[in-house]
């Protein structure tokens, strides 16, 4: 099944370089381009991509903004909406954590190495996760560091509660970067009981994915 990317990014040369590292991949295809996060929003509605390589820095409506609309949008047929994977040159980019606070599933660098690119759209594409190293590693700092801002306050008490043992297992697998073969393999659990725990997860917290899953897990003190 080949995955449909659109590309949101407001300089055209990088668009075309991603646009050829993209369509030379085997199961992967870019359907539509934009120029801004208006655009964005406009083109991901008409194409219905699986995926959305969004840039964080645009004039107008940034990229944050995008994929919060995006993926507040209603689809067709009450289709899923798309994947959002941020990309951008700053790996301290302040709207990190509101990209990913907006729904993004992902968050790499324009730096990144082709490979990485091509596993992180078929990754999010999947419905999980993928963050560059030095971005998981300034979020942890966030939650661990004496005296530091920290994220945005968390949401009512006890949201964990709802869930059960295992499902608390499963979750601080999950925030830890596990994919669902690894926290299968690590609990003894088949991959498929593992996307169905997950899901669940998600539904219960009230979550759009497993980024913000990781984020809340962290904010409990889950990990």
């Not at 990317?5 to 369509?23: C, F, P, Y």
């Not at 994929?67 to 302040?94: H, N, Q």
């Not at 690119?117 to 966030?142: D, F, N, Q």
């Amino acid at each position: 099944m080949t995955v449909r990317v659109l590309l949101a990014d407001d300089q055209e040369m990088v668009r075309a370089a991603l646009r050829g590292v993209i369509d030379r991949r085997d199961g992967l295809e870019v359907v539509g381009e934009a120029a801004d996060g208006e655009q964005a929003v406009a083109e991901a509605a008409r194409l219905c991509p699986d995926v959305v390589v969004m840039d964080v820095r645009m004039p107008g409506v940034n990229g944050v903004e995008a994929t919060r609309r995006i993926l507040s949008a209603r689809t067709p047929g009450g289709a899923p909406p798309p994947r959002v994977l941020v990309l951008t040159t700053f790996d301290l980019d302040e709207y990190v954590h509101a990209a990913l606070r907006a729904g993004a599933g992902g968050f790499l660098l324009k730096n990144s190495p082709v490979d990485q690119l091509e596993h992180a759209i078929r990754v999010v594409a999947a419905g999980e996760a993928v963050l560059a190293p030095s971005v998981t590693r300034r979020l942890l700092k966030t939650f661990t560091a004496p005296g530091a801002p920290g994220p945005p306050a968390p949401g009512p008490a006890g949201r964990l509660d709802a869930l059960t043992d295992r499902e608390r297992e499963v979750l601080a697998l999950v925030a830890r970067g596990l994919t669902n073969l690894q926290i299968a393999e690590a609990l003894g659990l088949r991959e498929t009981n593992v996307k169905s725990r997950v899901n669940r997860i998600l539904t219960r917290l009230g979550l759009a994915n497993r980024v913000q899953a990781a984020l809340l897990a962290h904010e409990e003190g889950l990990v």
